[in-house]
DNA sequence: TATGAATGAGTATTCATTCAT
DNA sequence: CATGAATGAATACTCATTCAT
């Protein structure tokens, strides 16, 4: 019958290790030899696995969306009203720097980079892009909805996209610069800043 | 006597061959072949001009930041109070797509998560970093001291911050994503969300 | 389970390679791709085996001088008294011209040559040289001992030190002026004037 | 009437410079870039004094030798018998470490090995080997003769060859392991050795 | 599944030599 | 004579990918 097919954990295995390796080198300097030795394998058996390198990529992009989703979806368990869920998906996405997410910080900026010269990467970030701006602004459709505001679609596209845009800017400073910004700064910020619009008066927002 | 001097000139020619070649490849794939031919010139005239490729690199992160220094320092000039020179550093920041500002959008990108893995580049980006959370800070607080508010130091470095992050995240967002979000949405949102916050109460602030 | 590994031989091969390459281009001169060639491997295994072309060299090294040890250690065997065993050395150090070994002699040269500017090869070209020294004295020590002469440890050291440089000289002009000088010469002739000095009264000897 | 030819400080200038830098580095690596700037020179105008690399090597070659027999004719005014002139010559090949002459020393190391696989280079070289090795074997005829030995012309060559054998080895280990050889050792050493042979009974010499 | 040897194209960099000024 | 810019071939080394075992 064969050995049992571990064909699942090998996977994680070498994705794993992409990711660990590219957070200090980059994607073009994370060799198929480094990533196998990183994940204790011998180097034949990555392209065993993956058909080749960048399928490795794109199933690394995949995991650091199914770990941030989930991540996000524990965090909106507590929350019991819109302002709350808008906290949830903020304080999701920018609890850096603790725990080993400091790596698959530094991973998700070269992927972003990595995604302007390459086309299928670039689909499954945009992939990734597209769904968190939506729930983003569903999020802000509900807040404002239940404080009697009424945003146009274009405002509420328009803030998504900038709360969107800070959240992927913090984790470049997180991942350049931590030494010369402060620390945790970005959630509380973020959402300040955010609810203070929201709840400005609508003359303010466009 | 002997042969005039030209190497203003050439090494111009090579670090903006550098910036039109890595805007669409990273800096990996940006060859020296590449950018030679690019400039018309032969590859070995490029190492006689820069020591190596990553110095071609560190001088085109400072044209960069000379560019978007003397833009924003046009755009000072018409401002005449604090609010409309903290105008005028977002607006420059942010004003993308026009121009041809896109390659320098998407090098900037990249440059960005190179300097997470060259230490030299590192420290440019930092300087710049640096530079540009300076100033920010130093327009906030005019602003916040103008209008009578009392901001603590702390809270003004984490606006700053979390402005200059969402400036950051457009670029990347303006990169790899322009097809799916709004139009010259950035300037206009950021600003109203930072003036909305600056404009609130100060218990809002923290 | 697997592919057997044959590291052995084709390291063997590649250091082989140089050897016979190096000993008419000279070191810098014998490229990865004409070792490669000679040894019918493709460049890139060249890498593959050796971290670096200066690795191949270092590894030639400890095989010339391997080779020389156990040619020496055959000669030695059937040498009963003291004057043999000098003689055993240096017959074996001056078998010059017989066998395939003028490649390594020019090989030798060249790698004295090349000792001045590397360090590495010049820590082993050290290690070699210190250890043939210490034999030859052990070698000159026991031969004035039997024949009742008393020698100082520096005057030892001295006789060692221009029989061994004798040696080496004698690998430069075979390898650079063998049409002008005589054939089988060098052993003869030193080990006379060896002897006629060793077996001259001591006021002789300084 | 145009300027002062000054073709031949120029020409010595460079391959001074050529002495220098391949003292350390080798010929290979001693680049026309490096020799110029070490020279003060401009990289052009080392291709104007000298058609190429080569012929800068064959000047110094020719230099090294003029100097080395000057350094002998000097000495040799002083002695008055054959056997002064012998030690003449010892002396003023083997007056190593003081001065400047041990970049001679290097770089004649380094010619003997380039002599190998440059056809010109070897040709210049064997040409000053002969003429040296001529010059010994007068001195040893002259010295045996006065003191009545017959040697036999082949037994002469032998000797000056392993004579000046031992000249180029001293200087091989004068580069290569100065740290770990006696300090001014050799001339003494091969004169005693050399004499001891040549006093000895004629029945010890063949 | 797994190993690791093998390939060959690609890359940054060096350098002798030429040439415009 | 002199300068130094320009060329283009050569070189060590890397690496994704394939393949024999």
Redesign the pocket.
């Known amino acids: 019958m064969g ?5 699942f954990q ?1 996977k994680k295995q070498i994705v794993d290790a992409l990711l660990a390796v590219m957070a200090t080198t980059g994607y073009e ?5 480094a990533i196998a030795k990183h994940a204790g ?8 696995h993956f058909k ?3 399928a490795i990529l794109v199933e690394l992009v995949n995991l650091l969306d199914d770990t941030a989703q989930s991540r996000y979806q524990d965090l909106k368990l507590n929350a019991s009203d819109p302002k709350q869920k808008l906290s949830a998906f903020i304080d999701s996405a920018l609890a850096l720097g603790q725990g080993s997410n400091q790596h698959a910080v530094a991973a998700w900026v070269m992927i972003g980079a990595e995604s302007i010269r390459q086309e299928e990467v670039r689909e499954i970030y945009q992939t990734v892009v597209k769904k968190n701006l939506s729930e983003l602004q569903l999020l802000i459709r509900n807040y404002s909805k239940e404080n009697d505001k009424k945003l146009t679609k274009k405002t509420i596209e328009n803030i998504a996209t900038i709360v969107y845009g800070s959240i992927e800017g913090s984790y470049q400073l997180a991942s350049t610069a931590s030494e010369i910004i402060p620390k945790n700064y970005a959630a509380k910020a973020l959402k300040n800043m955010l609810f203070a619009l929201l709840d400005a008066g609508t003359d303010v927002i466009i």
């Open positions: 050995r049992p097919s571990n064909q090998r300097n994370a060799s198929i030899n394998l011998a180097s034949g058996l990555v392209h065993y080749n390198k960048q």
